[in-house]
């Protein structure tokens, strides 16, 4: 089976722009979660996607957004860039069996906010 | 609440020596505890997971780690240290099934090994 995959697995913003970042689960796995891993916070939850409702959410503000469709592939949005948002963006996912937090991650998009 | 303290941010061994790395967790529930190790430019691997079968658990690569309720702790160790096991670290506790899959990670530990 093929892992996570995620896309792109590098990305240049500027300061107010905003950007999409893509995740493609293991096949047949239908729970999808984003960390955000930065060097002075480390690892923090985002959010959580089960069969396209968010069912958990972290404590970011609402600039951090994202969806997941029906085939499971999810996507996390970030408008208006600021400086503080550069970091590593890491997708997991899991499959209903698995303890709960037990996942498989992806190798993460590194995003530069210039 | 949950939280995860993990003591040292950097560790360093010789190959051959004990690797043992700290993990100390706060949980108001009955926590499922992992630990994940991170490779340069890689996301994170699943060594091992903690879900109440048995207090010791044995993961990927000789890797093990003990539950210790009275310690509220679980910490992870190897025999023998390997060149390849030089990574970072992160202890993790799970919310459980009211939180799904939301994990708090601690801080991580960063693994060197020298010849």
């Known amino acids: 089976k093929a892992g996570v995959t995620q896309t792109p697995r590098y990305l240049i913003k500027t300061r107010g722009q905003q950007v999409t970042l893509s995740c493609s689960p293991i096949?047949?796995?239908?729970?999808v979660s984003w960390y955000q891993q930065t060097p002075g916070q480390g690892l923090q939850f985002l959010f959580e996607?089960?069969?396209?409702?968010?069912?958990n959410k972290g404590n970011f503000p609402g600039r951090f957004s994202g969806r997941q469709f029906s085939n499971s592939r999810s996507e996390m949005n970030v408008s208006t860039l600021e400086l503080g948002d550069s970091a590593l963006y890491l997708c997991?996912?899991?499959?209903?069996?698995?303890?709960?937090?037990?996942?498989?991650f992806g190798p993460g998009t590194r995003l530069t906010v210039t | 609440a949950q939280s995860v303290t993990q003591l040292g941010s950097h560790v360093s061994v010789s190959e051959g020596a004990l690797v043992l790395l700290r993990c100390n967790y706060s949980?108001?529930?009955?926590?499922?505890l992992f630990w994940y190790v991170q490779y340069p430019n890689q996301g994170l691997q699943l060594l091992l997971k903690?879900?109440?079968?048995?207090?010791l658990v044995k993961g990927i690569n000789g890797f093990e780690a003990e539950f210790k309720k009275s310690e509220t702790s679980f910490h992870l160790t190897k025999p023998s240290a390997h060149m390849s096991d030089a990574a970072e670290y992160f202890c993790?506790?799970?919310?459980?099934?009211?939180?799904?899959?939301?994990?708090?990670f601690g801080a991580g530990t960063r693994l060197a090994v020298h010849p």
């Open positions: 949980s108001s529930v009955p926590p499922y």
């Open positions: 903690y879900t109440s079968a048995a207090t």
């Open positions: 997991a996912s899991s499959t209903p069996g698995q303890a709960p937090g037990e996942q498989y």
């Open positions: 993790a506790v799970s919310a459980g099934s009211g939180g799904y899959n939301k994990l708090i």
């Open positions: 996607y089960f069969s396209e409702t968010q069912r």
């Open positions: 096949s047949g796995h239908r729970s």
